[in-house]
């Protein structure tokens, strides 16, 4: 009995010395935490991003030949694979036929306007002549009328015989037909000015319809080469290609997503922050990341921007948090984090989309 009591004497200092040791460990944990999140917000609800390329022929068609893999690394411009082109090929000469046809319909309508045009110029040079002509007869009328009229004086004296009057007469009234005939001929050549005068006109709006179709024709021609270079599908970005499902001869349709290129140019860290914790963060804020696969390093970063939308209104079906509901749901707003240039761009290349991190923002 009294053995138990010493035993219970000397095993109470003790205790109180762990319980001591519990409480002030407790304690200095507590402070450290309290001292450490007015300083520094953290998330465990963060993933690297990097952005993912799709694969989108321009043309359909069948595949031709593939030349790559799986998780191989590629350069911009690297073809990724070929689309058979027969097709296209046939298209491009019949473009290229269609240009030269389009090109002779010019050359036949530049000749159609030069002969009217040479046209006008004979019907200018008929008028200008016949106005000449006409100029004279008139001249020669006129001499014909002063002439039959002193011979018809003479006629009625009996000056002269009846045969001189009527040869007067007859010279009187052929100027006059002539000038009449000629007159008539000048309003023929007036006509036929403005005939050939319309039909320059019209000959002119071919010329201008085919030019526009020479130019029509070499857009499909160029069109149909653009379509023969789109047979050949290159990578847009340096990148690692990904979920190839591709076969030799399979059928692809223009705007078809096929496989991906993840861009290993750029990497950042998407963070889902509370909307509690949002108070603090501000943009340029430096950031400690650990990732998950690589638990012995630590990345440096720096806030860059904010979401303009909590990630729940991005969703299929976003709640309604409104103020009064039964149950308020913490909502989360993501956070872009850009890693520094100061991190080891060997292990940046390592880093995958869609891996865990923690990080730690420094608020001060």
Do not use: C
Request: glycine letters at 4%; zero cysteines.
């Amino acid at each position: 009995m009294e053995n138990n009591i010493e035993n219970k004497k000397s095993s109470n200092p003790k205790f109180i010395i762990v319980l001591v040791a519990v409480v002030l460990l407790g304690g200095g944990f507590g402070v450290y935490k309290y001292l450490h999140s007015q300083q520094h917000e953290t998330t465990d609800d963060a993933q690297v991003e990097r952005n993912l390329n799709p694969i989108i022929p321009r043309v359909g068609g069948y595949i031709d030949k593939i030349y790559v893999k799986d998780n191989q690394m590629v350069k911009a411009g690297d073809t990724l694979f070929t689309i058979q082109r027969a097709d296209y090929d046939v298209r491009v000469e019949e473009a290229r036929a269609a240009v030269s046809v389009a090109e002779k319909s010019f050359e036949v309508s530049k000749a159609d306007v030069s002969a009217t045009q040479a046209n006008v110029a004979i019907s200018d040079a008929t008028i200008l002549s016949n106005t000449g002509t006409i100029e004279g007869a008139e001249i020669k009328l006129q001499q014909a009328n002063n002439d039959f009229e002193r011979y018809a004086n003479l006629y009625k004296n009996h000056s002269i015989t009846k045969q001189q009057y009527e040869q007067a007469l007859t010279a009187k009234l052929e100027a006059e037909k002539q000038v009449d005939v000629l007159k008539q001929q000048r309003n023929a050549s007036s006509s036929q000015k403005q005939a050939v005068i319309s039909k320059t006109s019209v000959a002119n709006k071919q010329t201008s319809v085919a030019e526009a179709n020479i130019q029509k024709a070499k857009a499909v021609l160029k069109a149909a080469e653009l379509n023969v270079a789109y047979t050949v599908v290159t990578a847009a970005v340096d990148g690692q290609v990904s979920n190839i499902k591709l076969q030799e001869g399979q059928m692809v349709n223009p705007g078809q997503s096929l496989f991906y290129i993840i861009n290993t140019q750029e990497t950042w860290v998407v963070a889902n922050f509370k909307e509690t914790q949002l108070n603090k963060i501000r943009a340029g804020q430096k950031v400690e990341i650990k990732v998950d696969a690589f638990p012995d390093n630590t990345f440096e970063g720096e806030v860059e921007s904010f979401s303009p939308a909590t990630g729940s209104k991005f969703s299929l079906l976003p709640p309604d948090n409104a103020t009064g509901n039964f149950v308020k749901t913490v909502q989360r707003l993501p956070v872009k984090i850009i890693l520094a240039a100061s991190n080891k761009q060997e292990l940046i290349q390592m880093l995958r989309p869609g891996m865990n991190v923690d990080v730690d923002v420094h608020i001060k």
